[in-house]
């Protein structure tokens, strides 16, 4: 995610990404993308065979990918975009070229990428190292922030249980929280709670009153005057809308 957020389905699993997250997506497998907030996204789009990361997995190992990769979310700082954001470019580059020499060279920036990512995936370190002055650390409490509301959204959270959660005054980290995600607390989580509840309207049989209770909302009425305020029609017209037709026998 270059800008703004969104919540990200595959194969049956929910993510919820930022700016600076990236994600891999396993060939084949079911996924769907939902954005959050008012603001229009951007993000950076890949698609790659796997003899393209061949070389890397002989010489890490047969689970390198599993671990490193495939439904596993990698922040990258701010900070540090910039060569990752220069690969980008250099293998759009060579894309465009469509010489004899394109192919190979798509390859290896594609491994020597993959290898950075890995290499600045805050995730993979020690937390000590990124809370060292003040930026780093609002900008760690956001993330820390947004798994919390990830794994909780559907339990009855509030901003002040999130703000008890990382020792933060509440009234402080409500204003870094809308500073970071350019969204107040309540609408992201209200944004969250309705994009999990189409992923269930759209792949799911479920009634809208155990989509609610699945999604945190308090009752089906009020899962219904939020959802249609969200999106302009209720839960039922949008399942219709959108769930694939079953095929005729």
């Known amino acids: 995610m270059m800008h703004g957020n969104c919540t990200i389905s595959i194969d049956n699993r929910l ?33 790659f065979s796997k003899d393209y990361i061949e070389t890397i997995s002989q010489t890490l190992g047969k689970n390198w990918a599993e671990h490193n990769l495939w439904g596993h979310i ?27 020499y394109s192919d ?5 920036l594609f491994q020597y990428l993959i290898i950075n990512l890995i290499r600045l995936d805050r995730n993979t370190k020690d937390i000590k190292e990124f809370i060292t002055n003040s ?19 559907k339990n009855d959270i509030t901003l002040k249980d999130v703000a008890s959660h990382l020792n933060l005054n509440p009234s402080y980290f409500s204003s870094k929280f809308k500073a970071f995600n350019n969204i107040g607390f309540a609408e992201y989580l209200r944004n969250i709670r309705v994009n999990h509840a189409e992923w269930y309207l759209i792949e799911t049989d479920l009634s809208l009153s155990d989509i609610a209770s699945e999604c945190g909302f308090c009752n089906s009425n009020y899962f219904g005057d939020t959802f249609k305020l969200v999106n302009g029609i209720s839960p039922s017209e949008f399942r219709k809308n959108n769930k694939p037709k079953k095929a005729e026998n």
């Open 104 to 108: 190979c060279c798509i390859r290896q």
């Open 15 to 47: 993510f919820t990404l930022s700016e600076g997250n990236i994600i891999f997506i396993p060939a084949n497998s079911v996924h769907r993308t939902s954005y959050i907030g008012e603001l229009v996204p951007e993000r950076t789009y890949i698609e």
């Open 135 to 153: 930026d780093n650390k609002i900008n760690q409490n956001m993330i820390i922030a947004a798994k919390y509301i990830a794994e909780n959204f």
């Open 74 to 100: 990698l922040y990258i700082e701010k900070e540090k975009r910039e060569k990752i954001d220069f690969l980008f470019r250099e293998i759009q580059k060579e894309y465009d070229i469509v010489d004899g």
